[in-house]
Each structure stands twice: as C-alpha cells, then as structure tokens.
C-alpha cells in the first residue's frame, strides 16, 4: 500500500498569516495518463470531509482561491492564504493512484 | 443538487453483519461512482471501497474478504455489507461520489 505522510502545522496560526502542509508518498503518484492523483480535503469539527483539491492542484468547484495545492511525484504542498477562522479543521492528503486509495493521517489547523 | 445519505443500525453486536444503505439523488449510480469510507471515533479516513458506474467493485485489501458492495439503480441505493464485526470496526461511515460529495455520515458501533 502507498503510505501518505503528512507534517505538522506550528499551530496556532495567526488570523490572516499563510499556513502550507506537507505531504509526502511513498511511491510516485504520476499515472501513465501523466495526471498525478493526490486530492486534499478539510474536514471541520462535526462535518464530512470537503474535497478542497483534485490532481494535485485543480481547485474543486466552489473552492476558495486561498487554497492552491503543488507539488509532484511524491512530495506535495497544499498552501492556505490569509487564514480565517472557517479553515479550522483537519487536513487531509489522498492519494488515488492506485489500490487501496490511502489517506494522510490528518494536519489540524488551529486558529489564533 | 447532488445529495447522499447513509442509513443503517448504530449498533451491531460483534461477529454479526454490518449492512449499511447510502441512497443518492441528483446523480445517475450508471455514470457515477460511490466509495465507501470509514472513520473510528477521533481517527483518520479508511477508504473501504467502491461501486463503478458500470457496476464492477474494487476493494481495499485489508477488508476485502467480510467486504460488499452492491447496488439497486433503480432505488438509487448503493448497500454495503460487511461481515465478523469486531469492536475496531466500530467508526463513522460515510458514503461519497467521486470525494467531490460526501453523505453526512452514520455512526456504527460494534458492541454486545
């Protein structure tokens, strides 16, 4: 299985400032399509995951511009501009390479 | 509006079956795919599986063997089967289209 690693956040994060959490794969995500298949999504306290980012960087529709997401074959970033406090939650990278889909452990944003 | 909601019994005695019904509307289950996805009380995210549009299912391995996914095009239901529940399995479950829309979720517990 594809092991998802992600990094801390030096919480809390200060209203307005930039937060950007790692996460890393244990194998390349490129499929031979040349689509590299990691999503991001946040899930708020109480609520379903909400997809944020598909193939590493296209925003999923109604999504913020403050959310860009980069990266490539293993290593990735999403990036939070001008954090507000509606980006509280847990962070989570995904990847759908390949079978079973895996998830990061979760990168919690606190808000100062 | 794309909408998806799972049903089932909050608690299940351990060593029984699991069955779980996730009803969609706003999509056609003919061209669009629905995964399952579990999460224990303050955990991360196990994808568990997924129904194809074409009906054909792929499971995530570690499950695989009390593992069942099914559906009724004609209800527009996906169901979910999973048998020898042990206490670990005890989580939320959430069905979800593609990750871009999730259901709000059902609490399953696995205790006697």
Not at chain 1, 5 to 29: D, F, H, M, W, Y
Not at chain 1, 34 to 54: A, D, M
Not at chain 2, 29 to 58: A, F, H
Request: aromatic share 10%; hydrophobic share 30%.
């Amino acid at each position: 299985d594809i092991v998802m690693t992600q990094g801390a956040l030096p919480n809390p994060v200060p209203s307005g400032e930039s937060a950007s959490i790692t996460c890393r794969s244990s194998k390349s995500l490129v499929y031979k399509d040349g689509k590299t298949y990691l999503n991001w999504f946040l899930q708020r306290p109480g609520q379903s995951p909400q997809l944020l980012t598909y193939w590493t960087s296209t925003r999923a529709s109604g999504v913020s511009e403050r959310f860009s997401g980069s990266g490539s074959g293993t290593y990735f970033t999403l990036k939070i501009s001008r954090v507000r406090a509606e980006d509280a939650g847990v962070y989570y990278c995904q990847q759908v390479r390949e079978y079973p889909y895996t998830f990061g452990a979760g990168t919690k944003l606190e808000l100062k | 509006q794309v909408q998806l909601k799972e049903s089932g019994p909050g608690l299940v005695q351990p060593s029984q079956t699991l069955s779980l019904t996730c009803t969609v509307s706003g999509l056609s289950l003919t061209s669009n795919s629905v995964s399952w996805i579990r999460q224990p009380p303050g955990k991360g995210l196990e994808w568990m599986g997924v129904i194809w549009s074409n009906g054909g299912t792929d499971y995530n391995s570690a499950i695989k063997s009390r593992l069942s996914i099914s559906r009724d095009t004609s209800k527009s239901q996906v169901f979910l089967k999973m048998n020898s529940l042990q206490t670990e399995d005890t989580a939320m479950y959430f069905c979800a289209r593609n990750f871009d829309y999730w259901g709000q979720g059902v609490m399953v517990t696995v205790s006697s």
